[in-house]
């Protein structure tokens, strides 16, 4: 299993787009084939980083979910309303695997 985590840095007076956005996410993500754990907006601290995390089984899978993600009405209305809103200043992946004690 594998989980990736997004960190995205976002415009600070447009928090009200990202959670809109990520709300999105939770319905299309889950469609799409990943285990959505969550989005995480700003509320103290930094308010321009937030981020969202989800798992697949592996990387094969994950480059599957991102074809159905892309093909997905819903996923493409949500890029493009990122797009057309650019409150997403910066977004990086990291695929990260769990370390199971002994």
């Keep these: 299993m594998i989980t990736c985590f997004i960190r ?6 447009n ?3 990202f959670e809109r956005y990520a709300r999105t996410w939770g319905e299309a993500i ?6 959505l754990i969550g989005y995480f ?3 103290e601290g930094s308010a321009t980083t937030a981020y969202g995390v989800y798992s697949l089984p592996d990387l094969t899978t994950y480059e599957a979910y ?6 997905d009405p819903l996923g493409r209305d949500n890029y493009a309303f990122a797009s057309a809103e650019r409150f997403i200043r ?3 992946r990291l695929f990260l695997r769990k370390v199971r004690p002994l």
Excluded: N, S, T, V
């Design 8 to 13: 995205y840095e976002i415009d600070p007076f």
């Design 15 to 17: 928090i009200a787009a």
């Design 30 to 35: 889950p469609r799409c084939g990943a285990d």
């Design 41 to 43: 907006a700003p509320h």
């Design 66 to 71: 991102r074809a159905k993600l892309r093909d």
């Design 90 to 92: 910066r977004e990086d």
